[in-house]
């Protein structure tokens, strides 16, 4: 079992920029996606990461948000840039066991976090 602790929400200007954090004992074992709910909105899959180093993003924010793992920190983060409106939700860390490659679906995780609330407004 893996407790996951996300932080680094917030408000920010569009355009701006976040880096979200997904920290727990043990992580480093796990796959971790990224997944975002905004309101009356079906939660989405946005990026993942292998145990192994294998990234993978969905298309609405690929070329803007960069995941990756600190192996010492036991600790994935999301670096978010250029972010707009429409990225606004309530953004969840997940892990995943035995995960050859990156995935964007919700199924496959057995542990979330609480979540961050992430809001992009002027």
């Known amino acids: 079992q893996v407790l996951l602790v996300e932080s680094g929400g917030g408000l920010v200007q569009p355009g701006g920029s976040l880096r979200l954090s997904c920290a727990g004992s043990?992580?480093?074992?796990?796959?971790i996606g990224w997944f975002r709910q905004a309101p009356g909105k079906e939660r989405e899959g946005v990026s993942s990461?292998?145990?192994?180093?294998?990234?993978a993003y969905a298309d609405s924010v690929k070329g803007r948000f960069a995941i990756s793992r600190d192996i010492a920190k036991n600790t994935v983060y999301l670096q978010m840039n250029s972010l707009k409106p429409e990225d606004t939700a309530v953004y969840y860390c997940?892990?995943?066991?035995?995960?050859?490659?990156?995935?964007?679906?919700?199924?496959?995780?057995?542990?979330w976090g609480q979540g961050t609330q992430v809001t992009v407004s002027s």
């Open positions: 990461i292998t145990n192994g180093g294998t990234t």
């Open positions: 997940a892990a995943a066991l035995y995960l050859a490659y990156p995935v964007l679906a919700s199924d496959v995780y057995d542990h």
């Open positions: 043990g992580l480093n074992a796990y796959a």
